[in-house]
């Protein structure tokens, strides 16, 4: 973890989150299948006006012995599964009037088995039990688990579950903590929030997209026979334009905002702009170049590494003068080194004019004789990798991680755990590989090599900050091998093809226009297959020769 005295804010505990249950009562539709949602009231603690999923706190009588002997269950399902399976059952019934039980003889309740019973009573078991049912617990299936931010006064710690509704039931709201019962499709229901229509909160809205892709309920069902959830989430939020967004762990910005505001408050601002630098740690800054486009994304991140006294600056980008006058400014006279993680001109460039300005060296790795005439680096002094740089209490360790260049490096702030990735690891986008420079070879290796590194964190050149790290690059392997085996396949069904021929069923999931650096890419990914003997080239056409 990084330091806690170089953490911009001091730590504030959130409020911790109290356990709860929550039921999507599903059935199939004529487009798909359709979810039971109800209006919270307009006067309630918690999403007031709101419509939800029923669910409610975790009683104790929910995981107790008696509860448990009252159910019928998967022998896969855990206690504390069991637990809260039976709180979203009994929210269900308080609620909604919808009672997910067997009868004695094993039947599924009815209307007439809800009618017997009184939703107002304190005491849901002992009403199960009087009447010889046996709570359904086996028709409920996990399906993901929400924790509510660290920055809301009132938080829960709430399992989502899934069942049918049973047949011949009438979902009726107990017009105290919910009204407006109304069934919907995820699609509908996304519309209609969207036109304004139709409040939700955000667990409810990013639950709803997550099934929009499922077409029914056997479907839905089946999604979640692992007994384990889907994706378990506890958002963040930040300030764009001033207003308040909220993440999920998935989304590009998370990484930065547990980075900057572990604690979950807002007080981190995601807007890109190139006049100030946005501190990241005590002794991290970003300062993006205003160079925006299709390949740098806002613009190249340079980074000023370490406090007053000693500074690096990482990638002080193209050679624009306003923004080498920005880094000038931010170090003063305290820059000790100008790094450069490789040669390409939206990195490098901006070194001579900051050395001119003051005096500090380059350093880095020369651009190979592959590399492009016109980009040539030769640094005043080269990095070998493993070396340390010294920053008073901050020290950075040039790693070699060939690949999108020969003379690409990152750079490892060990005291804080954080990996400056440079041009290697992008935020949103995929490195490109471009030949005969590129490797793709390497440039896999390197990121296996960096598996082994200890960091949690991932300081892009292009894009915010990404947290959990090593997942990060274990899923940029896994989709550099899923493109890998589309070439191969590819090749193999059209034994002989060019490359321009491949091009299109290789990146048929890419928008055209960027074909020409896609071919690039392609290269890549050839020249390794072709490195590791699998496929050969004749004449500029390409042939599996094994597996």
């Not at 094993?106 to 939703?119: P, Q």
């Not at 909220?246 to 989304?251: G, N, P």
């Not at 572990?262 to 970003?286: C, Y």
């Not at 305290?334 to 990195?347: E, F, G, K, Q, W």
Request: with cysteine; aromatic share 8%; net charge negative.
């Amino acid at each position: 973890m990084t330091r806690l005295d170089k953490r911009l804010h001091e730590w504030h505990e959130p409020v911790a989150p109290r356990p709860a249950a929550t039921v999507l009562l599903v059935r199939d539709a004529s487009e798909g299948f359709e979810v039971l949602m109800t209006r919270r009231s307009s006067t309630a603690s918690f999403a007031p006006g709101a419509f939800v999923f029923p669910g409610g706190a975790l009683d104790t009588a929910d995981g107790s012995s008696h509860a448990a002997d009252l159910s019928r269950t998967r022998d896969s399902q855990s206690g504390e599964q069991r637990a809260f399976s039976i709180a979203a059952i009994r929210e269900a019934f308080e609620e909604l009037g919808v009672l997910l039980a067997y009868r004695a003889d094993g039947s599924i309740a009815g209307a007439s088995d809800v009618e017997r019973l009184d939703r107002s009573s304190s005491d849901f078991l002992a009403q199960i039990h009087a009447g010889k049912y046996r709570l359904a617990v086996d028709q409920v299936w996990w399906l993901c688990h929400w924790i509510t931010d660290r920055d809301l006064p009132k938080r829960f710690d709430a399992r989502f579950f899934v069942a049918r509704m049973p047949a011949g039931q009438t979902p009726v709201a107990d017009e105290g903590e919910t009204f407006e019962p109304v069934w919907v499709s995820p699609g509908n229901a996304l519309s209609r929030h969207g036109r304004g229509e139709f409040d939700m909160i955000f667990p409810t809205i990013r639950t709803l997209r997550r099934l929009a892709s499922i077409h029914s309920v056997d479907s839905l069902i089946a999604a979640c026979s692992t007994e384990n959830p889907l994706f378990v989430s506890c958002p963040r939020a930040a300030l764009i334009e001033g207003s308040v967004e909220r993440f999920s762990e998935h989304e590009l910005p998370y990484g930065e905002l547990e980075l900057v505001a572990p604690d979950g408050r807002i007080l981190h601002s995601l807007d890109w702009q190139h006049e100030r630098a946005v501190s990241l740690l005590k002794n991290v800054r970003r300062l993006t170049a205003p160079n925006p486009g299709r390949m740098t994304g806002p613009g190249t991140n340079t980074y000023i590494v370490g406090e007053p006294g000693a500074y690096a600056v990482i990638d002080p980008g193209p050679d624009e003068p306003a923004h080498i006058d920005r880094i000038a400014a931010l170090v003063g006279d305290d820059l000790r080194y100008i790094l450069c993680t490789h040669a390409h001109p939206d990195h490098a460039p901006g070194a001579a004019p900051l050395r001119e300005r003051t005096g500090a060296p380059v350093l880095g790795a020369p651009s190979g004789p592959q590399f492009r005439s016109e980009w040539a680096f030769t640094p005043d002094r080269t990095l070998v990798d493993g070396e340390r740089i010294e920053l008073g209490e901050t020290t950075l360790r040039a790693l070699h991680t060939p690949g999108h260049a020969s003379n690409h490096l990152c750079f490892l702030l060990e005291e804080d755990r954080l990996l400056l990735s440079g041009d290697h690891i992008n935020n949103g986008a995929t490195v490109v590989i471009d030949p005969p420079d590129g490797n793709m070879l390497a440039y896999m290796r390197a990121l296996e090599r960096l598996l082994d590194e200890p960091f949690d964190y991932i300081l892009p050149a292009h894009g915010w900050v990404l947290g959990f790290a090593h997942d990060a690059i274990r899923q940029l392997i896994a989709h550099r091998l899923r493109r890998e085996a589309k070439v191969l396949g590819a090749v193999r069904r059209a034994p002989g093809a060019t490359l321009d021929e491949l091009l299109p069923s290789v990146y048929d999931d890419v928008d055209p226009v960027l074909y020409p650096v896609a071919a690039r890419s392609l290269l890549a990914h050839i020249e390794k297959l072709q490195a590791e003997g699998v496929v050969r080239q004749d004449d500029r056409r390409w042939r599996v020769v094994r597996s």
